[in-house]
């Protein structure tokens, strides 16, 4: 019993550590803009203007895109409808890293585990960052690759095809002086120097 409370006490403040109310401004479909406090949850966002307001629940068709200050940076969140191999497009929330003519977004998602080593939980964490792509800002984006998992299709591939027009961006991909970690530069390349 001990053990299960001890479990589910340091599960909760985990999830507690990753999930706090930051800064935001958020842009609405609607052309409203709101600035407060937001916190990421499973479900998509939610918004209250300060600490004693009432939370609102945000998500894809509230929402076309939130800036957030993190570490003195501001990083840009957009709902984008996401191709995954094989599946529909479905509306994620992802950060904007790169903006031209093919817009690099990525998700970070990070799994904790815990194991139990006699009366104390032990946690373990994983991250996998997916990449997505797309061109002229669409409002649809293809996963490319994921870093953090070797279960993932073939990289030299699927990043050879989708910039087949740039010869240069490919003989560097398939000379491998570019991998699926260096995806920020390789498409800050094709915006450089590609049509």
Known sequence: MKKNILFIG???????????????????????????????????????????????????????????????????????????????????????????????????????????HGIIAVASTHSMEHYYVCRNNSDVVTRLTTVGTFLDKNFIKAASEYFSDCQDVVNRIKNKNYRKKDMEEIVKLYNRSCK
Do not use: W
């Not at 599960?11 to 990421?40: E, M, P, W």
């Open 10 to 116: 340091i599960l909760i403040f985990s999830l507690n550590c990753i999930s706090q109310n930051q800064k935001a401004t958020i842009y609405l479909r609607s052309g409203d803009t709101i600035q407060g406090l937001v916190k990421f949850t499973s479900f998509g966002i939610k918004f209250r203007y300060d600490k004693q307001s009432k939370k609102e629940n945000y998500d894809a068709k509230k929402i076309i895109k939130l800036d957030i200050n993190e570490q003195g940076k501001t990083n840009t969140y957009v709902y984008k409808l996401a191709k995954d191999y094989g599946h529909s497009a479905t509306p994620k929330l992802m950060t904007l890293i790169t903006k031209g003519k093919i817009n690099l977004y990525r998700i970070i998602i990070t799994n904790t585990s815990f194991q139990m």
